[in-house]
């Protein structure tokens, strides 16, 4: 059975940094697209980032380009969302998901992605 598991969040002053880490149980990651997500209070998920499969192709939304970085490690199955320079507005609920069809390019679209995980909490505050 397909299981996704988020960690790494926390509370971290503004400039500081986190890395997330989702693992995956019961399918392979690196043969699916993986997205990160995030939802804040009082608003609508969000895409923050994705990596493919097939070409590597990596997306982020403008918000957190040049600040995250979303990576892969196939040994340890995980993809990761390393956040730099964190601002009080990236302050979310984090869920990774995965698309359920092999090779799949990477989108930002919540709707496309078929497995998520429990998310995991992320505050950015002085």
């Known amino acids: 059975q397909a299981h996704l598991v988020e960690f790494g969040g926390g509370l971290v002053q503004p400039g500081g940094s986190l890395r997330l880490s989702c693992a995956a149980s019961g399918f392979t990651l690196k043969y699916y697209a993986v997205g990160w997500f995030r939802q804040a209070p009082g608003k609508e998920r969000e895409g923050v980032s994705c990596?493919?499969?097939?070409?590597?192709?990596?997306e982020y939304i403008d918000s957190v380009k040049g600040r995250f970085t979303i990576s892969r490690d196939n040994a340890k199955n995980t993809v990761y969302l390393q956040m730099n320079d964190l601002k009080p507005e990236d302050t979310a609920v984090y869920y990774c998901a995965v698309r359920n069809v092999p090779q799949a390019v990477c989108v930002l679209q919540g709707a496309e992605y078929d497995y998520w995980g429990q998310g995991t909490q992320v505050t950015v505050s002085s």
């Open positions: 990596i493919s499969s097939s070409d590597g192709t990596i």
